[in-house]
């Protein structure tokens, strides 16, 4: 029953900025710390951004913080991560989940692509 899509990827150049959304289905957003994770190919998926439940505190990788924002709208059922000066080595797919404990069906994600 529950849904995770993620859009609003693409191909952008270096220096370049992306705004990624995540729709979640019925009651599983607003009640759980979310997360963007992000999967380069040949390596792991890594948490890259963190939001509590009530969108008080956020978190960053080191890889991301300083160019990157999580939000969260929660009586829209989503979440944002507005990504600048986006680098070749940000290139990976991108996940939403619960930051904690990620529900065990993954979305199909969406790919970014940072290349000039």
């Known amino acids: 029953q529950v849904q995770l899509v993620e859009s609003g990827g693409g191909l952008v150049q270096p220096g370049g900025s992306l705004r990624l959304s995540c729709a979640a289905s019925?009651?599983?957003?607003?009640?759980?710390?979310m997360g963007w994770y992000r999967q380069a190919p040949g390596k792991q998926r890594e948490l890259v951004a963190t939001?509590?439940?009530?969108?008080?505190?956020?978190n960053y990788a080191d890889s991301v913080k300083g160019r990157s924002t999580i939000s969260r709208d929660n009586a829209k059922n989503t979440l944002y991560l507005q990504m600048n000066s986006l680098k070749p080595e940000d290139t990976a797919v991108y996940y939403c989940?619960?930051?904690?404990?990620?529900?065990?069906?993954w979305g199909r994600g969406t790919q970014v692509t940072v290349s000039s």
């Open positions: 939001i509590t439940m009530n969108g008080g505190s956020t």
């Open positions: 989940n619960a930051a904690r404990a990620p529900y065990k069906s």
């Open positions: 019925g009651s599983f957003f607003s009640i759980y710390d």
